[in-house]
């Protein structure tokens, strides 16, 4: 029985070496077979039961996630990404989709809802030009231009009386996005929301805050790292040289190695402390899974590839996923949005701008080091106390 236990955690240990060593970014398309799947089981419903966008969040990220992907290939080679994608937008598009939104807000349905929609409308033109899309991309970029000129501040609201300045920043970069792919009309829209944003960073980190006043814009919460996250996935999109400052200030306060085991990214900067939410999830050491998972993305758009590789190799070892030459699913399968957000951040690409320059390595590449020894520890004490029965 001692030889047997040996030998499982012995072949533990090497599929875990080989999980933090072997370039994690590969089998996003095997993602997207495991989250269609799901999605027709009626994951999106259960997500909602979960999570204030659960059924939002799972569409546009697998139709964000098809774009990214479809964006890299030929255009003869588009369809099945234009189809997903398409698939993806209309399921936003009905009544499901805006279900948690109020249509009383300007713009309608809110900045979150219009924002991220709009920003996934953008990618299916940037795949093909059908005229009603192009046409619907440029009324919805009207319309939030419109809504962010007549705002005195740069949050717009995503529910009733409650802004985030992250949703605002998807919405702008949809802004961008149209400058990108039609004749460009929104420059000055775009410029005014930067300078009333840097007008409004919190005092405290020199971030944009996680929550803001709605009628004013002045920072309500310390910035969080689910939202940076989100935040540093767009920003180098609508302002290269601002993002890359935010950025860098951003990985200096919240990405950290908890007793050495690997980068993780925290929910709130060293030094505060603060309870954990549905946004966050759990906290371990101060550290969010969830804002840990999307920094793999933001890593990626700002070309921190050093960051987003560690990340992405520590999710293999963490993440226990159950890979087949058909699909692949992280925590079993369990938790399908979770799937979604880490598809998407293994994905990701700057699609307004170029890939900028590499910023100077933020993690050391010795890190591996001490999770390589837990597991030689953990595949070979066993055989310690196997020689040793044997001796005896």
């Not at 709009?118 to 192009?134: E, F, M, T, Y």
């Not at 910023?359 to 070979?380: E, N, Q, T, Y």
Request: glycine letters at 8%; charged letters at 20%.
């Amino acid at each position: 029985m001692r030889r047997v236990v040996a030998i499982v955690l012995a072949l533990l240990a090497a599929v875990g070496v080989l999980r933090l060593v072997v370039p994690a970014t590969a089998g996003v398309d095997r993602q997207l077979a495991f989250l269609r799947a799901a999605l027709d089981d009626g994951a999106a419903d259960e997500a909602q039961g979960q999570f204030p966008e659960g059924y939002f969040f799972l569409h546009v990220l697998y139709g964000l996630t098809w774009v990214e992907l479809g964006r890299r290939e030929p255009s003869s080679r588009r369809a099945t990404a234009l189809r997903e994608a398409r698939w993806a937008l209309q399921r936003l598009d009905s009544e499901a989709g805006r279900a948690p939104f109020s249509p009383g807000l300007t713009p309608q349905y809110g900045v979150f809802y219009r924002g991220w929609t709009n920003w996934l409308r953008g990618g299916v033109v940037s795949l093909d030009r059908d005229p009603a899309q192009v046409r619907r991309f440029e009324e919805d970029s009207a319309a939030l231009a419109a809504a962010f000129d007549a705002a005195p501040t740069p949050y717009l609201t995503a529910y009733p009386g409650q802004a985030w300045p992250v949703d605002s920043t998807v919405a702008i970069a949809s802004l961008r996005l149209h400058d990108a792919l039609l004749p460009p009309r929104y420059g000055g829209s775009v410029q005014r929301w930067l300078d009333g944003v840097r007008e409004r960073l919190d005092p405290r980190t020199g971030l944009m805050p996680h929550r803001a006043d709605p009628a004013t814009g002045e920072p309500l919460e310390v910035a969080r790292g689910t939202s940076q996250s989100v935040i540093h996935r767009f920003l180098p999109d609508i302002d290269p040289a601002f993002a890359r400052e935010q950025y860098l200030n951003f990985r200096d306060r919240f990405v950290v190695s908890p007793l050495a085991l690997g980068p993780a990214v925290r929910e709130f900067p060293e030094g505060v402390d603060g309870t954990a939410d549905v946004d966050s999830g759990p906290l371990l050491l101060g550290v969010s899974l969830s804002a840990t998972v999307v920094t793999i993305g933001a890593a990626r758009v700002n070309h921190d590839t050093g960051l987003a590789a560690a990340l992405a190799n520590y999710g293999e070892l963490a993440g226990a996923p159950v890979d087949t030459p058909w699909s692949k699913r992280y925590a079993f399968g369990l938790a399908p949005i979770g799937d979604a957000f880490l598809a998407w951040s293994k994905s990701a690409r700057p699609w307004v701008v170029p890939q900028p320059a590499a910023p100077p390595s933020g993690v050391s590449p010795w890190w591996r080091a001490p999770l390589l020894a837990v597991l030689l520890v953990l595949g070979g004490a066993p055989w310690l106390l196997v020689r040793r029965r044997r001796q005896v």
